[in-house]
């Protein structure tokens, strides 16, 4: 429910009317707004889970507020976020996560971690020219819907996925729309590894659920299907693009050829 409270001089309940004017701001830097950018084309304006806001400075847009279900997220262009307005972002709807590109973040990350917030600190990174992409291996495929139940007990055994990939009805949703692409690599009706794409954009595409199963690490297989990921987003004429918080001699993206483009921090309140 929208809190007319909310609403300050400087800052303004984005609608439908602002949508053009908004893409056109964001887009000017299209990969740290990926997500921005994907939720607005995706969800508007009208969704009771989604809103958005912008702060103006001088009569021109400044920070770009999100908010998607319980997730907030930020980016500004030459002004800092208004820390009093993410305070009452945050208390009016039950707010547990916070991101943004680490610039936008700095005030608020202080705040959130004196209060308790956890903090957490990643590369944004982009495929660059000079890539070294791995070469494709045996048994690898785009999967499908028949391949749903497999993928789930798969990524529920790898440590840290457990909650990201909760929903095997998301999952399932995923496959059958085919709301992004999910490459399996496997061996007698068994998954080694898997890779997919997130949020994409008319410019960029994020990476995510870049796994390999425990007992058969260390063989290149991420490495293969995280390339092959990379091709077939390249052959759209796709950025592809991820979020990385691996030290840089042990980053599988920076080894294939990934370059920074940004930090990015995260704030997830404990509950």
Known sequence: MDDPDLEMMAIQKMTRQH????LNFLSQDPVANTFLIADIEQYGFDTPFQQVWLQWEQDKPAVVY???????????????PDETFVNKIIQNYDIMVIMGRRSDMAGILEWGVNSGWQAQHKKLLILGKNKTLAAPMHGMKIAGPEDADRIYAFLQQIEGFGAMYAS?????????????????????????????????????????????????????????????????????????????????????????GFVLQDYWDTLERQH
Do not use: W
């Open 168 to 256: 095997k009805e998301m999952l399932v949703h995923r496959l059958e729309s085919k709301d992004g692409l999910h490459l399996i690599l496997e061996t007698d009706g068994h998954i080694l590894a898997h890779a997919n794409s997130t949020v994409a954009t008319r410019h960029t595409v994020m990476l995510g659920g870049v796994a390999t199963r425990a007992d058969v690490r260390g063989k290149g297989f991420s490495s293969a299907i995280v390339s092959e990921l990379c091709r077939l987003v390249q052959a759209r004429r796709l950025q592809p693009c991820v979020y990385s918080n691996a030290q840089p001699g042990h980053d599988l993206f920076m080894r294939l």
């Open 66 to 80: 999100l908010r998607f279900y319980q997730n907030l997220l930020i980016y500004g262009k030459g002004c800092l």
């Open 19 to 22: 949508r053009d004017m908004l």
